[in-house]
T-cell receptor, first 112, second 113 residues
Framework: KQEVTQIPAALSVPEGENLVLNCSFT??????LQWFRQDPGKGLTSLLL?????REQTSGRLNASLDKSSGRSTLYIAASQPGDSATYLC???????????FGTGTRLLVSP | DAGVIQSPRHEVTEMGQEVTLRCKPI?????LFWYRQTMMRGLELLIY????????DSGMPEDRFSAKMPNASFSTLKIQPSEPRDSAVYFC???????????FGPGTRLTVL
C-alpha cells in the first residue's frame, strides 16, 4: 500500500528565504506526482505535475524534483513571500491506478 | 473556464437527514473524482468516474454513501442517512486525460450535528 509522508509538518521562515519541502513515498511504482497548495478554507490549487519519466518541473519561483528510485520529491521555493503562506500537499498516482494518494501536508508560514 | 464548480459550499444538517453534494466538472474533462478531507485521515478518494461510468468505488465508506454521474457535466454524492462522523470537506476533482493533472473544486464543508 502506497504511503506518502511530508516533512516537516510545519515551517516558519522570514520573507526572502529559499526553502525546501520534502515528500517521500513508499512504493516507487508511480505514474506521476503532483504538488498542490491549499489555502485555509479553500480548495487545492495544482502547482506542478511531474511524470514518472521526468526528473524535475519548474514554474516561476517553484521547482519540483523527483527521484523515483529513492521514493523522494522536493519542492523548492525561491525568494519566499508572505503570499506563499499555505499548506503544501504532495500526491502520488500509483502505477495502475487513477487515484491520487496524498501526504499530510506541510504548513508554511512566511513572515514579512 | 470557471473551473470545477461545487455546491453547496457549506452544509449544516442534523443526523439522519439526507445530504446531496453537487459537482460540475470542467468542460471536456472525462474523469471525475470525489475526495473527502478530514483532520484525522487527510484527503482520501471516495469514488472515481471515467466517461460517466463509476470505475473505482472502493473508497466509499459504507452503503449510506452513493454517487452518480448522469451526464458529462454533472455528478452528485449523496449521504443517506447522514451521521456526525461524516462531517468533513468533500472535494470534487476532474481531469482531462490520463496524462494530465487533477483540478480540484472549492469543496463542500459538511457539518452533521
Amino acid at each position: 500500500k502506497q504511503e506518502v509522508t511530508q516533512i516537516p509538518a510545519a515551517l516558519s521562515v522570514p520573507e526572502g528565504e529559499n526553502l525546501v519541502l520534502n515528500c517521500s513515498f513508499t512504493d516507487s511504482a508511480i505514474y506521476n506526482l503532483q504538488w498542490f497548495r491549499q489555502d485555509p478554507g479553500k480548495g487545492l490549487t495544482s502547482l506542478l505535475l511531474i511524470q514518472s519519466s521526468q526528473r524535475e518541473q519548474t514554474s516561476g519561483r517553484l521547482n519540483a524534483s523527483l527521484d523515483k528510485s529513492s521514493g523522494r520529491s522536493t519542492l523548492y521555493i525561491a525568494a519566499s513571500q508572505p503570499g506563499d503562506s499555505a499548506t503544501y500537499l504532495c500526491a502520488v498516482r500509483p502505477s495502475g491506478f487513477q487515484k491520487l494518494v496524498f501526504g499530510t501536508g506541510t504548513r508554511l508560514l512566511v513572515s514579512p | 473556464d470557471a473551473g470545477v464548480i461545487q455546491s453547496p459550499r457549506h452544509e449544516v444538517t442534523e443526523m439522519g437527514q439526507e445530504v446531496t453534494l453537487r459537482c460540475k466538472p470542467i468542460s471536456g474533462h472525462n474523469s471525475l473524482f470525489w475526495y473527502r478531507q478530514t483532520m484525522m485521515r487527510g484527503l482520501e478518494l471516495l469514488i472515481y468516474f471515467n466517461n460517466n461510468v463509476p470505475i473505482d468505488d472502493s473508497g466509499m465508506p459504507e452503503d449510506r454513501f452513493s454517487a452518480k454521474m448522469p451526464n458529462a457535466s454533472f455528478s452528485t454524492l449523496k449521504i443517506q442517512p447522514s451521521e456526525p462522523r461524516d462531517s468533513a470537506v468533500y472535494f470534487c476533482a476532474t481531469r482531462g486525460s490520463s496524462y494530465n493533472e487533477q483540478f480540484f473544486g472549492p469543496g463542500t464543508r459538511l457539518t452533521v450535528l
